[in-house]
């Protein structure tokens, strides 16, 4: 399930997903992309994560590796559009 997110996470993931589109990507990547340290990178990295807007899985070569990738703005969009409409019905 998607979450919404607040308008820092949004404007980080703007910037991975116009250098990256829908491609995918290491945890390196995002830290020459955003150009923050380990810790930092790696908090932001678990709030997408976490809140669905970008998918994690393991590389089938090294399973220590993960990689990346943004879900689809369309697919998240809708799922946040309906998660909407269903809290409104709820009321």
């Known amino acids: 399930m998607v979450k919404s997110i607040?308008?820092?996470l949004l404007e980080?993931?703007?910037i991975i997903y116009?250098?990256?589109r829908l491609s995918e990507f290491k945890f390196q990547d995002v830290?020459?992309?955003l150009g923050y340290d380990d810790r930092y990178t790696g908090q932001i990295i678990s709030d997408l994560v976490?809140?669905?807007w970008i998918i994690k899985k393991r590389e089938e070569s090294d399973?220590?590796?993960k990689i990346y990738r943004i879900r689809d703005p369309r697919e998240i969009m809708e799922e946040l559009g309906n998660n909407l409409i269903t809290?409104?019905?709820a009321l």
């Open 18 to 20: 116009s250098k990256k």
């Open 12 to 14: 980080k993931i703007s």
């Open 6 to 8: 607040p308008k820092h």
């Open 50 to 52: 976490s809140t669905g």
């Open 63 to 65: 399973k220590r590796v």
């Open 31 to 33: 830290i020459a992309i």
């Open 87 to 89: 809290e409104k019905n």
